[in-house]
């Protein structure tokens, strides 16, 4: 590429220019020097890794498609048959804010942000970068202590009428300190992503499981009332939260991005990948919904008659769950060592291993704490989607977009769509919070 080219390509928009425009520029920009990095076997200018469009799919699917696809029957029930709106209102969401939270990254010409919580600084400053971090790491926190629950009680449920019998308290226990050997081991994330592979395929048996046996079930007994509602509006918020639940992990999408080795395939990577989590969530969540109705539970697999379908169900779902513990708490890990400077050049190899290993400890501890104290897994869940996942998947992109490249230059139309986003955000924020803390306070009463 000629130097007044690159010159051309990095120079700032003019005033009158168009945002479209503008964004069409920067993505020449981003494609040609993929394509210097092809011709001259160089590292293009943002450092972008080799992967490919089935590289960044993937690692989208195995990241959204998790447990919360158990929890969206039950968030049916909560919601009525409405739910299908939200769930496809969602979809559209997370697919449009993981695109634009991808070009807030490059919102300067020839610059491009790290992470979430750079995005948060740039929009707004200390109180962004506050924000970004305390969603960013309820989030990494979070479901780690919410997949323990789900562990342990699986766990209790498989073992219960043979001589390895425990409570679920005891299993919490047992499951965190098998789980902490690999945080000891592994240095960095590299060592165990190969664990998201096994948890979506774990994940897709499960969901193959309910689609048919939850019908099954139904027909076999019809002599059962099933009550279905069209819509429940006193639950809509709750229903929202579990399916943001759903839609989470937008926060690893900048390091999923500067992977690509095409940047600009990012978008179509996100699009493809939220389509294929919304057709396993729909499978999952329609029969499971029209088999039982209002007495839906979360996980789905506890409405399950007993049997070799249901016992396939939580076995597959458990080993998905003690898979991604790990990345979970190997990731919140790295942050804490980033934070504090653990590293090898600061205090040696020994030192600085044992200065992970005292951390990922305290941090394995206060999670099974956690786990043991609130064992209620959809109450659970419902108040990190809408805590966390809320802020996370619809509120933060939207503001820090808007903030970053302008409102005036956006047509009235993707406003408009901001605008819904934001509105569902904030319900699901709020109102969500409240009704799933009302909800742990009722479990803990009874």
């Known amino acids: 590429m000629a130097m007044h080219e690159i010159e051309k390509h990095n120079s700032p928009p003019s005033p009158n220019r168009s945002y479209a425009e503008s964004f069409k520029i920067e993505e020449t920009a981003i494609d040609n020097f993929g394509a210097e990095e092809d011709n001259n076997s160089i590292v293009n200018e943002f450092g972008h890794g080799n992967g490919n469009f089935m590289t960044a799919f993937f690692n989208v699917t195995c990241i959204v498609a998790g447990t919360g696809t158990l929890g969206l029957p039950h968030a049916f029930a909560l919601g009525g048959w409405l739910g299908i709106l939200i769930m496809m209102l969602a979809y559209f969401m997370s697919v449009y804010n993981g695109i634009i939270l991808i070009r807030c990254l490059y919102h300067k010409p020839g610059q491009r942000l790290h992470d979430y919580k750079e995005v948060g600084t740039a929009a707004f400053g200390w109180a962004g970068y506050i924000v970004a971090s305390v969603l960013h790491f309820l989030n990494l926190f979070g479901c780690p202590a919410l997949y323990l629950v789900l ?32 945080s000891l081991v592994a240095k960095t994330l590299k060592e165990v992503t190969i664990l998201s592979a096994t948890g979506a395929i ?14 099954m079930d139904r027909i076999a007994h019809p002599e059962r009332a099933v009550i279905t509602d069209s819509v429940i509006w ?13 839609y989470g992990g937008i926060n690893t999408y900048p390091h999923v991005e500067h992977a690509l080795k095409k940047p600009h395939q990012w978008k179509w990577a996100v699009f493809a990948g939220m389509s294929a989590c919304t057709a396993l969530y729909l499978l999952t969540a329609i029969p499971g919904y029209w088999s039982y109705g209002r007495n839906t539970v979360s996980p789905i697999y506890n409405a399950l008659p007993d049997g070799a379908g249901r016992m396939v169900a939580v076995i597959v ?60 897994f959809d109450d659970f869940m419902s108040l990190i989607g809408a805590l966390a996942n809320c802020g996370l998947v619809f509120l933060l992109p939207v503001l820090c977009y808007l903030k970053l490249t302008g409102v005036r230059n956006k047509p009235i139309y993707e406003l408009a769509f901001c605008a819904l986003t934001l509105l569902l955000g904030v319900v699901g924020c709020i109102f969500g919070t409240i009704d799933a803390v009302k909800a742990l306070v009722n479990d803990f009463n009874k």
């Not at 019998?165 to 919490?172: C, F, G, P, Q, R």
């Not at 006193?234 to 759903?246: C, D, R, W």
């Open 151 to 182: 562990a342990a009680s699986n766990l209790n449920y498989l073992l219960r009428d043979t001589s390895a019998a425990l409570n679920s308290t005891t299993w919490t226990c047992i499951v965190g300190a098998v789980l902490l050997i690999p």
């Open 202 to 215: 774990c994940t897709m048996i499960a969901v193959f499981v309910v689609v048919i046996q939850g019908p």
């Open 234 to 246: 006193t639950g809509f918020p709750s229903s929202l939260a579990t399916i943001a639940f759903s």
């Open 317 to 376: 779902m458990t080993i998905h769950v003690i898979l991604a513990i790990p990345i979970y708490t190997t990731s919140f890990s790295l942050e804490m060592e980033k934070w504090t400077n653990a590293t090898d050049e600061r205090l040696g190899k020994v030192k600085a291993w044992l200065a992970r290993a005292l951390i990922r400890t305290i941090c394995m501890a206060i999670l099974v704490i956690l786990a043991i104290f609130v064992p209620y």
